[in-house]
């Protein structure tokens, strides 16, 4: 079956513009996370997002950084003025969510959207 | 507090010889474990997980990883690595109080020809 996608693959933006980064989760799964990862570094977490709601935004680094789910589906990450230090790989990942099987915890990422601002 | 700590930054082993990568964690309970590899340009990708019973566990591309309650350890290994196994790899563990995963910092393994 499909996999999680993200979109834009690549996104290079000028110092000062918004950008929008969409992720499409697995069929079925309640369950969405944003990491950033920036260059050799590890994951950061940024939000944390089961149906439409965020129990943990507690990762986004400035108010400039938001997300929002709708339909529980798709979720966009919206990066507002954005600066040369949000020049990173975000990754989605998704899972089944909160539940009494450890699978629901389970998460699988999708390929990330580099993102570069010059 | 739970976290997890992924004491290597960085790994060199030689092709043909064996690999133990340590992943040391604090968690109130037994918690579920995961490893992840993460090749370079690509997203994570799960190499084995933990939940309960034998401790031993297998994962895909040969890998192991052992559940050492006593040392509060979940160590990946594998007896013989690959060029190919040279990536970033990501011990997790979890749920935490958020119903999510905690990551650790990943440890890089380099693959001497």
């Known amino acids: 079956g499909a996999g999680v996608s993200q979109s834009p693959s690549n996104k290079v933006t000028e110092k000062g513009k918004d950008v929008e980064l969409r992720c499409d989760p697995i069929s079925g799964h309640t369950a969405l996370y944003w990491y950033r990862q920036s260059l050799g570094q590890g994951l950061e977490f940024l939000i944390y997002f089961q149906g439409n709601s965020a129990p943990d935004k507690s990762g986004l680094p400035s108010d400039r950084f938001s997300a929002e789910r709708t339909g529980g589906s798709v979720s966009t990450l919206t990066i507002q003025r954005t600066q040369q230090e949000d020049s990173a790989v975000y990754l989605c990942a998704s899972s089944w969510g909160r539940g009494a099987s450890p699978l629901s915890y389970e998460q699988y990422f999708g390929p990330g959207t580099r993102l570069t601002v010059t | 507090a739970q976290s997890v700590t992924q004491p290597d930054i960085h790994i060199t082993v030689s092709e043909g010889a064996s690999l133990e990568l340590r992943c040391n964690y604090s968690?109130?309970?037994?918690?579920?474990l995961f490893w992840y590899v993460q090749s370079p340009g690509q997203g994570l990708q799960l190499l084995l997980k933990y939940f309960s019973g034998d401790t031993l566990v297998q994962g895909i591309k040969g890998f192991e990883a052992e559940f050492k309650r006593s040392q509060s350890s979940f160590n990946l290994r594998k007896p013989s690595v690959h060029w190919s196994d040279a990536a970033e790899y990501f011990c997790a563990v979890g749920p935490d109080s958020s119903y999510k995963l905690i990551f650790g910092s990943g440890t890089r393994l380099l693959v001497r020809p």
């Open positions: 968690y109130g309970a037994t918690p579920y």
